[in-house]
RNA sequence: GGCCACGUGGCGGAGUGGUUACGCAUGGCUCUGCAAAAGCCCUUAUUCCGGUUCGAUUCCGGACGUGGCCUCCA
């Protein structure tokens, strides 16, 4: 099966084929562990979990390695710290605070059904391997020291805006940073800056500090992979300043003119038609819709969006998530077991053009409208869906609810006894009842069963 | 200002140089104590203006519109 892949470095879609396929390399830019993710941040974890799974189906899960790193060197960690803890060592405080948000972000994504990677390396532990780069970096001019500073030169490399299309001239006209005192060239970006005495830091050669954002991702991904690897991928708007910054410290530092072959940018989500923001106060935590919904919902909704296009995060597009996801699921038969290498070919093939998977999920419903529901369950479990089991689907209720299972089942059985007494008033009084509670009563041939609206 | 992406029916959302997937909603029918659910059936779309072509929604150019990046936001 021929895997294509858009591929921001050349603005096209290629053909992947991989540096070598007993070894294929995918490392994915993780959070920054300062408060709990929300919908946004699990854009790109589902659909590069997706990805994961296409990989592992084509060239066997062996042979391919997943990291996804996490950030926990950051300035808004820091302020979260001092607010927080105020009394206790700064460094002791941000793990505090990591410790918890990372423990949180693990419970979030499992909840949405992503495997886990196979490597979750983080900032803090790769202190000594970043500051190995910057003094090699030093050492071959494409670094200087400036004002306890170290700054990376972009001068120095000649490929430095490739990624972005653009070049240094057109950059410093669009931007609108002051520049400081100690940069040679208004974007030049930091690898090592001071910290204060109540700010994080490492002793280092150029005195106590920590290292700038770009640099963990070249140092933890040589460390993992090697000079040259398959995939980077992340969100979109890291292409600039973050992935710019990465290919160019590590190429300078490997000598390579590749970091990666393919780089792999998922596009923004909106909430309903505006971006997030702490002003407009719409940032939804992974959390609070795990409360609401079904998981599968969540991931489910994520998917019916190509992840190269701009998704509109709605109230109504989750309840048609969930909607379809009840049909599939009426059909669905928990006992059955399937060979997970009999995919149908049309489905993989579908995901395999750049991960389309809205045409996928096509698949799916011409799988439910054929009758074939072994097919339709099989593809949902390799997207993650159908897997819950029908009982906990149909039984499934919001967290935050106050519904009570078994006084529902008590109120269906009165019902039935009414109805079959051909007591209809009072058989309706039980149903009008619940839907002011917002559970719906459906009347199947067989029996009664109930949903939360 | 620079760079980039996008513009498809009531809504969501794919593909394609020649009958415009798929879903949701709407409408009709079947079933049903009623309602719902379920099943069946049907209708509606490629922003505008040029160009290339026998033929463009698809390729090229332009206009208009929307959005992203140029700030350590995924």
């Not at 790193?69 to 607010?83: C, E, G, P, Q, S």
């Not at 670094?143 to 500073?149: P, R």
């Not at 170290?150 to 972005?164: A, E, M, P, W």
């Not at 009840?326 to 995919?343: A, L, M, P, R």
Request: glycine letters at 6%.
């Amino acid at each position: 099966m021929e895997l294509k892949l858009y591929n921001t470095l050349s603005k096209t879609k290629e053909l992947f084929v991989p540096i070598d396929k007993e070894d294929i390399r995918l490392y994915v830019c993780g959070p920054t562990v300062y408060d709990l993710a929300h919908i946004g941040n699990a854009r790109p974890v589902i659909v590069f979990d997706l990805l994961y799974r296409i990989l592992n189906n084509i060239f066997g899960k062996d042979n391919v390695t997943y990291i996804r790193n996490i950030t926990d060197v950051d300035d808004k960690i820091n302020n979260r710290a001092y607010a927080e803890y105020p009394n206790i060592f700064i460094n002791d405080a941000i793990n505090k605070i990591t410790a918890g948000v990372i423990k949180s972000f693990h419970e979030d994504i499992f909840s949405l059904g992503c495997l886990n990677p196979d490597f979750e390396p983080k900032a803090t532990e790769n202190i000594s391997e970043m500051q190995e780069i910057i003094l090699a970096l030093i050492k071959s001019k494409n670094a200087y020291v400036s004002e306890n500073h170290v700054l990376f030169d972009v001068t120095s490399y000649k490929n430095y805006g490739k990624l972005t299309n653009r070049t240094l001239k057109e950059m410093i006209s669009g931007s609108r940073i002051e520049v400081a005192t100690y940069k040679r060239h208004p974007l030049d970006f930091v690898l090592w800056k001071p910290s204060s005495e109540i700010e994080p830091g490492w002793m280092s050669p150029w005195g106590y500090g920590r290292p700038g954002w770009h640099l963990e991702c070249s140092a933890m991904s040589t460390k993992y992979f090697g000079s040259h690897f398959d995939i980077h991928g992340g969100g979109i708007d890291l292409i600039f300043p973050h992935h710019e910054n990465e290919i160019s410290q590590s190429c300078c530092f490997h000598k390579n003119d590749k970091m990666a072959n393919f780089f792999i940018h998922n596009g923004i989500l909106n909430i309903e038609g505006k971006k997030m923001s702490k002003s407009l106060g719409n940032i939804l935590k992974i959390k609070e819709l795990l409360n609401k919904w079904p998981s599968e919902v969540i991931r489910f909704n994520m998917l019916r969006t190509h992840y190269r296009q701009p998704i509109d995060w709605t109230e109504t597009s989750l309840k048609e998530s969930w909607l379809i996801l009840n049909k599939w699921y009426d059909v669905t038969e928990d006992q059955k077991i399937f060979d997970e290498n009999n995919i149908p070919y049309e489905f993989i093939e579908s995901l395999c053009d750049d991960l389309n998977s809205p045409l996928a999920i096509s698949k799916l419903h011409e799988f439910y409208k054929e009758g074939n529901y072994d097919d339709l369950r099989l593809c949902g479990n390799f997207l993650g869906l159908l897997k819950i089991g029908k009982k906990d689907w149909k039984n499934w209720i919001p967290s935050a609810s106050n519904i009570d299972v078994n006084q529902i089942e008590m109120l269906i059985t009165e019902r039935e006894e009414a109805r079959k007494n051909k007591d209809f008033a009072q058989s309706d009084k039980i149903r009008d009842n619940l839907i002011a509670k917002g559970i719906k009563l459906n009347d199947n041939k067989d029996k009664t069963t109930w949903e939360v609206l």
